[in-house]
């Protein structure tokens, strides 16, 4: 139940608001999950709640690279990132993901800050920015922190953001190689499609064609983002063959069902994350490989 | 510092087609309910009111947005443009004259949606490929028409708007 709306102009407002109402608020931005949820009845029940919009704060929005530092606040919209020169430069996969959220007109309204918190295993943003090794910055009245995107959630849709925090930018360093980076989706069709399997790889390769570093992502498999590390272990040192990259794909669907057990949709979905992976992890290299 | 207001009904104001309104909203009033209850706005149609379908996009500061998921005190100070806005002096915009030679209208429910969509794209791009034209109402669901006509019909138009190339 909605008792109002307060729509600050400042951060600083913002936090005051925050401080002041604590879980009787909750953050809008985009609005896309909020009003199906709402349509979906899930909050009747709850708490009633103050709508605090964040879309009149122009200092929430921006995409700004600092000191090899990639800066994205949290009200930037997936459409803005995804277009953004900046991402396609130093994060093409990031801009990909985001291209791939919803519709246009979903991508013009939701935003990064929204996707993460939300903490869907769907979320198109959350496998890139895990392989970035991002960090979201939490700011309140009483200060910040910074925590690493991966330990940022504690399930599916649940965070360890405090009552009165405020999720402000989240940021990552600038990849080595921005250009061996790949994001793979399937979803039941092409537009407006919730994630049925995803993946995000970064590799770092040296002049010898040896994968010095790996970072590998799966969205839609596992209860929150993680990396790989069997996968990226699998890579490292190596130059990349058929035999390797294989091995490498396979322990990403080992690790799915380690974590999320065998499930009525398993004999799909493991072959296919192996399969997407496999084909992202050559993308990642430049090959293309059906 | 200044208190920062809270609201359970307020008075906002935007601009509807050119039109300066103001509208009192509640909390729970989407930019549609707005568009459609207070306004008599109904060109603008509501499908699945969960952003899957389109029907309900409107142009929002230039940027194509479902209105079912927009919330109305998002709309305050914005600048909103809905099908009853294409149509100048008893004149057809010529994306409509476009779907109705190219009869990419049948049930008619989804066509307010997808004319938005297309202006939006036109004004970006005046001569989109197909496969720009199919990106661009990738949001939007038709459940008549196919999709064909509506491509053919948004080409047609980029011709008619811009006949310089």
Redesign the interface.
Known sequence: M????????TV??LL??LAEYKDGSKI?A???D???Q??NSKQVEGKPL??V?I??IPELAYINVESGVVRIGAATTH?DIARSTVIQDVAPFLADACLTV?????R??GTIGGNIINASPAADSLPPLAALSAQVRLVSKRGSRDIAICDFFKGPYKTVIEPGELLQEVFFKVPKNPGNCSFLKIGRR???AISRLSVAVLLDVDESGKITEAAIAPGSCLPMPARIVRAEETLTGKVPDEETVEAAANEVGEEMVRVSGVRWSTPYKKPVICALTRRAIWKALGVDVD | MKQVDRCKMKLISFTVNGTDVKVEISASDRLIDVLRDKLRLTGTKEGCGIGECGACTVIMNGVPVNSCLVPAFQAEGSVIETVEGLEQSGKLHPLQEAFVDHAAIQCGFCTPGMLMSALALLRENPHPTREEIARAISGNLCRCTGYHQIIEAIEDASMRMDPTE
């Open positions: 909605t008792l109002g709306f307060i729509r600050p102009k600083g407002e005051e608001v809008v985009g609005a896309t909020l009003l199906v709402q349509r103050y709508l919009d879309t009149g459409r919803g519709s246009p007109q979903i013009a309204r092409e537009a407006v």
